[in-house]
């Protein structure tokens, strides 16, 4: 069982930064892959980025490559995702995610097995 709980959300003008972080509890945290996914309101859940366990591999969506980036650290059983250059339309909820799947190319939500309860990012224009 992991539970994954999400912070750093908050209120930033376009073109700002955030950084979110994810703490996760377990102590099987570095076998899984990590991910961040974002809903907008009335919009389905959509994928961001995902790194494998050991953070040598990534894959971002293409509406945040360059702009967006996943990091992690193990020992503290945490993932980031520092968010740059930011747009209205990154405004939603993120969510983290772990999966027992391996990689980091899983885009799919279903892919995932734990979830956090999100945090909200809402940039203005």
């Known amino acids: 069982q992991v539970q994954l709980v999400e912070s750093g959300g908050g209120l930033v003008q376009a073109g700002g930064s955030l950084r979110l972080s994810c703490a996760a509890s377990?102590?099987?945290?570095?076998?899984?892959?990590m991910g961040w996914f974002r809903q907008a309101p009335g919009q389905e859940r959509e994928f961001v980025v995902a790194?494998?366990?050991?953070?040598?591999?990534?894959y971002y969506a293409d509406s945040v490559k360059g702009r967006f980036t996943i990091s992690r650290d193990n020992a503290k059983n945490t993932v980031f995702l520092q968010m740059n250059s930011l747009k209205p339309e990154d405004t939603g909820v993120y969510y983290c995610?772990?999966?027992?799947?391996?990689?980091?190319?899983?885009?799919?939500?279903?892919?995932?097995?734990?979830w956090g309860q999100g945090t909200q990012v809402t940039v203005s224009s």
């Open positions: 790194i494998n366990w050991s953070g040598i591999s990534t």
């Open positions: 377990g102590r099987t945290f570095n076998s899984y892959t």
């Open positions: 995610a772990a999966g027992r799947l391996g990689g980091s190319r899983r885009p799919f939500a279903a892919e995932y097995d734990y």
